[in-house]
């Protein structure tokens, strides 16, 4: 079995490629809502051939996306250079979780993909941090079941905000300050962004523990999630293979139920 698994962000879109025992190939790129069928078909085309792959070598699909226009353009790769019918993430899926929220179907793809691929490596209850366009705080129950949690605007987000908004503020690249107090605009900059959403973490991860009452592992993910390594120990661990391993779980029990 060869699988295609696409996981698309606000940001970036990520293609992986797993052979049935590891995951052999990644990319990503650029989310663009328009980018049609072809247009990713041409760009994935080349890469799998530096990797001595082809799509006719693909037998398997399956799609999570936050960006519902790209859905359409995604399938349609899947379909008509794959000869395959993809599977989506909330077209049905079994979870194998239960999702405990007011409105289940409200619970964004990834925020699950990732609750699945976390229950299935870490015992007890946890705390999920997502770090991308926008920063989500996601509890699972030690059952697996999805309970909830907050969402924050993403540090890069942050970031355009300031500079878009305040016309004396540069455009600048995300890095851990050495000092907090900055001594220029962009070391200020840089200061405020990164120390405040440690404090966001720190701050955020009391509260959630002191209202759920119970111990829980802490989980960092996420494209910018590496950036917090070092800064705080409020995060236990740094997994950035919980969505993908939340995708392949889910196409194998998916698939294990249509072939049952």
Same mark, same amino acid.
Request: aromatic share 6%.
């Given at each position: ?8 962000? +606000?940001? +970036? ?69 794959? +000869? ?7 077209? +049905? ?168």
């Amino acid at each position: 079995m060869m699988l295609l698994a696409i996981e698309q962000g +606000n940001t +970036n879109t990520l293609f992986a490629i797993h052979d049935g025992t590891d995951w052999i190939a990644q990319w990503r790129t650029a989310t663009e809502a328009s980018r049609t069928a072809d247009e990713y078909a041409v760009w994935l085309n080349q890469l799998l051939h530096m990797r001595g792959l082809a799509f006719d070598s693909l037998d398997g699909c399956i799609i999570s996306s936050v960006v519902p226009q790209s859905i359409f353009n995604l399938r349609n790769l899947s379909r008509r250079y794959m +000869n395959v019918e993809p599977l989506v993430v909330g077209d +049905n899926t079994d979870l194998g979780m239960q999702v405990r929220i007011t409105k289940p179907t409200e619970a964004g793809a990834d925020r699950l993909v990732n609750a699945v691929g976390a229950h299935l490596v870490y015992p007890g209850d946890l705390l999920l941090i997502d770090s991308g366009t926008a920063t989500t705080f996601d509890v699972v129950a030690a059952d697996g079941a999805f309970e909830g949690g907050l969402i924050a605007p993403g540090i890069n987000l942050s970031l355009q905000a300031l500079h878009e908004a305040a016309a004396k503020l540069p455009r600048i690249a995300i890095q851990r300050p050495e000092r907090v107090i900055g001594k220029d605009t962009v070391t200020a900059m840089q200061s405020g962004v990164f120390w405040g959403y440690v404090s966001l973490i720190e701050g955020l991860v009391a509260r959630i523990k002191a209202e759920w009452g119970a111990p829980m592992t802490v989980i960092g993910t996420g494209g910018v999630a590496s950036l917090f390594e070092g800064a705080t120990t409020s995060i236990d661990r740094f997994d950035p293979d919980l969505t993908i391993r939340g995708l392949l779980e889910i196409w194998r029990r998916n698939t294990h139920l249509k072939d049952a």
